[in-house]
């Protein structure tokens, strides 16, 4: 007879396969990733033409236009994050799996991360230049975007694993996860205009990366809590 | 020495509660529709005008308990939820879906009735005020609940999920308190604040204080008859809601 021994893996081996996998996954349909980002550069672009090209109101406006399309472009994706798994059974695998599912949410909602903010993060330097931020406000917005992105997928992930498999998922999703952005919105836009205001944006982007800490310890018990109520 | 033991969990049998519910619900009711024909006759005929506001100031008589109950039904709702999640019990599912349009009903409410002040006494219906915009996103928080719940076909997962999400909202609607209020001391938006308007009569205080309460008594009234409706439409497969029923 032989004997099944499996030398059981790392935690960190498992979530860099994970990660590897979805990225993998992502690369071979592309489209998958540029729509988020053509998504975010074309409502940004909607916003000038809505209010008129007066460049100290545009200027004024930039964070904050930035940072709810921004919001719009990274939830575009987020219906997806769990929908496919499920849909071939990895993620009932991923459930039975010895080890435990928090960490394998907390890699796909990295992925999701790398995937759809860290493309957004690089682009936002250039829509900015459009809205006529200076290299100062730009340096804050990526930076503010940079911490604030990772929270949005990981908040996001709650709200993907809630409406898995249940009808109008797209819809309820954003009436789902929206309210819970708005203090992301309020420090990642706020701290360009505490910057540009000469108050510093330490404060804001302090309170970013707390919230960053804070859905980083909180939101995978959530979302494995609510995968494991659809997995039912 | 001899200990009564107490069955709590008696009433966490869905048919058990019904008739609880059913027994106590008219009770509330009946204190409701007192309370609220007192607190209204203090508040329109009793409570003096106030010296700034004039006749206006009325409206909070009924702004105040709506604006107090929308928090604390999520509170309650969330505490149910928690149970639900704990205990595995199908009730406490069913009380926060109860809950819930009470819950958004009065966060409704507290915004209509806060614009109807606002108009008179800021000059606008709508301020950007910290209270406004957390109000607002209490609503916004219901309303996804209730759509969360009626988007599930499953009741018991429906609940389940609810569930998460109420929990998951109650964390967060300090930090989103918290960070509307910061936005707005940045923004400089409303100068005018309900907490430097002067102190009340005690007419006043005491009309409020018998609204707040009919506010309480209707809530769990409204909550009872609705969880009785609740009960009914899922255990109707059941003999005893048979028999119940006719």
């Known amino acids: 007879m032989m004997a099944f021994t499996f030398k059981p893996l790392g935690l960190a081996s498992v979530m860099l396969a994970v990660l590897r996998r979805e990225v993998s996954l992502a690369m071979r349909q592309k489209g998958e990733v540029l729509t988020p980002l053509v998504f975010f550069v074309v409502i940004a672009s909607l916003f000038p033409l809505g209010i008129g090209p007066e460049s100290a109101l545009l200027l004024r406006m930039a964070p904050g236009v930035l940072w709810v399309s921004a919001l719009l472009a990274a939830m575009l994706s987020l219906q997806r994050l769990f929908a496919t798994d499920y849909a071939d059974g990895s993620l009932e695998q991923m459930a039975l799996s010895p080890t435990p599912l928090g960490l394998l949410v907390a890699a796909k909602a990295l992925s999701h991360f790398l995937l759809s903010g860290l493309p957004l993060v690089l682009m936002a330097p250039v829509l900015g230049l459009q809205f006529g931020l200076d290299s100062q406000a730009l340096k804050i917005l990526m930076i503010s975007l940079l911490l604030g992105t990772p929270t949005l997928s990981l908040i996001g992930s709650i709200g993907a694993a809630l409406t898995l498999g249940v009808r109008g998922a797209g819809v309820l999703l954003s009436l789902l996860i929206l309210p819970l952005y708005i203090p992301v919105l309020i420090f990642g836009a706020g701290a360009v205009e505490a910057d540009a205001a000469g108050l510093g944006a330490s404060g804001h982007l302090s309170l970013l990366a707390a919230l960053l800490v804070l859905s980083l310890f909180f939101a995978p018990l959530a979302t494995t809590a609510a995968l494991r109520i659809s997995l039912e | ?246």
């Open chain 2, 1 to 246: 020495m001899k200990i009564r033991a107490i069955h709590w969990f008696k009433y966490s049998s869905p048919q058990n509660f019904y008739f609880l519910a059913g027994r106590l619900w008219p009770w509330f009711a009946v204190l409701a529709a007192v309370l609220m024909a007192v607190g209204l006759w203090i508040s329109f005929f009793v409570a003096p005008t106030d010296a700034q506001q004039g006749q206006g100031y009325r409206i909070i008589f009924v702004h105040v308990p709506a604006s107090q109950m929308s928090m604390f039904i999520y509170m309650v709702m969330a505490a149910w939820a928690g149970l639900g999640l704990a205990f595995n019990t199908r009730l406490s599912g069913m009380m926060a879906s109860a809950l819930a349009p009470t819950g958004a009903l009065f966060a409704f409410l507290s915004l209509i009735t806060g614009a109807l002040w606002g108009k008179p006494m800021w000059g606008a219906w709508w301020v950007w005020d910290a209270r406004l915009t957390s109000e607002l996103i209490l609503l916004f928080l219901y309303l996804g609940f209730l759509a969360l719940q009626s988007s599930i076909d499953d009741p018991r997962r429906a609940d389940k999920a609810c569930a998460v999400l109420a929990l998951v909202g109650v964390v967060n609607v300090p930090i989103i308190y918290f960070s509307v209020k910061w936005w707005n001391t940045l923004h400089q938006g409303a100068s005018v604040s309900l907490t430097s308007a002067p102190s009340m009569a005690s007419t006043m205080l005491t009309g409020m204080l018998v609204m707040v309460v009919a506010f309480w008594m209707y809530s769990i009234a409204a909550a009872l008859a609705r969880v009785r409706c609740i009960i009914l439409e899922r255990e109707r497969h059941t003999e005893w809601v048979k028999h119940a029923v006719e």
